[in-house]
């Protein structure tokens, strides 16, 4: 649902000039320092995007899901790591408060989450549990007005930038499943943890993880998420949920962004006297990833409107991170065939893409995670 056109336009002009003006001529640099310069940073605050999904009465933007879409395939144009950045903030490390909060958790914190004086990350993969979620090992027991909070979380983005964790233990030791598992906002600052080197990845450079490890961390009762033990491992499906249609338009973003590098070298390029867009099998190449990338964009706005509607959208969510992320994968490859040998060399950009979008099939639950929701819900489904 679209609220507003003309302000929605206004955001999408907005966004579009800074991810032109300003991102794109800093890719190179955030890639080789593995860093997002400050001033950057600060523009993204300045232009509300870490409060793109805050409710406009903490000083959000609350965008509805289409909305999120489009800015979303917006800043997709970009290197992925950028979106990283406020993502996890606009996403999955403040939906949890908006969702299942208490008023005065949503009083405290997203105010400050929505001018990005404070960011948030999600804290639910362990060593020994990744897409079995359930199986988690963090233990918060309960210790007078405090839980005490024990256990290592896993490749956590932006954990050594964030202010505060959304994070996923168990409070009653006896439930090893689901039903064991609460929420917590815990400050970053909270005696008891450490954060971990950052870890070295494949790509997707200038956004950072690393491990967070509680040891006797006392974390205050007034931060159990929504006040109720039980029920973190539903507020972190919901999060995921919402988030695989983000995550499903970033990758339309990026796939457009990489089919059009792929277009422009393959009409410029020039092999046996002709430009190399002539040849069919390239053409083969371009126009499959069109058709492709066509499909995508359709689901995700579909399963955006309907999300806003108030439908269950939890099989059209997974059905657009699988087929949006094994997309782009699939552009990736072919545009770096496309550049040939240069699309081999880091100087032409493109295999930097090709690492960073890698990652959009494994985090946020993998393509096989997606198919086993799917299936799951068409069986359920068939089988009322
Ligand atoms: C860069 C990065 C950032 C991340 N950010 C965060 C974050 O902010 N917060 C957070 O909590 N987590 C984060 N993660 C963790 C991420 O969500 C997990 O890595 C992911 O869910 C997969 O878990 P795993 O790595 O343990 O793989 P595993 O679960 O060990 O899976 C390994 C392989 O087995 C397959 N597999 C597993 N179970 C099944 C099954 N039942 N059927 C078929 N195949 C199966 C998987 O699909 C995969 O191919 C991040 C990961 C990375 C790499």
Known sequence: MIRDPQTLNALLDTVNRFVRERLVPAEALVAETDEIPADIV???????????????????????????????????????????????????????????????????????????????????????????????????????????????????????????????????????????????????????????????????????????????????????????????????MKVLEKGRIHIAAICVGVAERMLRDALNYAIDRKQFGQPIAEFQLVQAMLADSQAELYAARCMVIDAARKRDEGLNVATEASCCKLFASEMCGRVADRAVQIFGGAGYLSEYGIERFYRDVRLFRLYEGTSQIQQIVIARNMVREATR
């Open 42 to 236: 600060n523009d993204m605050k300045q232009m509300g995007l870490f409060g793109l999904t805050v409710p406009e009465e903490f000083g959000g933007l609350a965008l509805t899901m289409e909305e999120e879409v489009m800015v979303m395939l917006a800043m997709g144009q970009t290197s992925p790591c950028f979106r990283s950045l406020f993502g996890t903030t606009v996403g999955i490390g403040s939906q949890g408060i908006v969702f299942d909060g208490t008023p005065e958790q949503k009083a405290k914190y997203l105010p400050k989450l929505a001018t990005g004086e404070l960011i948030a990350s999600f804290a639910l993969t362990e060593p020994d549990a990744g897409s079995d979620a359930a199986s988690l090992r963090t233990m918060a027991i309960r210790d007078g007005d405090h839980y005490v909070v024990n256990g290592t979380k896993r490749y956590i983005t932006n954990s050594p930038q964030a202010g505060i964790f959304t994070l996923m233990a168990r409070t009653n030791p006896q439930d090893k499943g689901a039903g064991g598992v609460s929420a917590f906002i815990v400050e970053a600052n909270t005696p008891g943890i450490t954060i971990g080197k950052v870890d070295k990845k494949m790509g997707q450079r200038g956004a950072h993880t690393a491990d967070v490890i509680f040891e006797n961390c006392r974390v205050p009762v007034s931060q159990l998420m929504g006040g109720k033990e039980g029920q973190g491992f539903k507020t972190a």
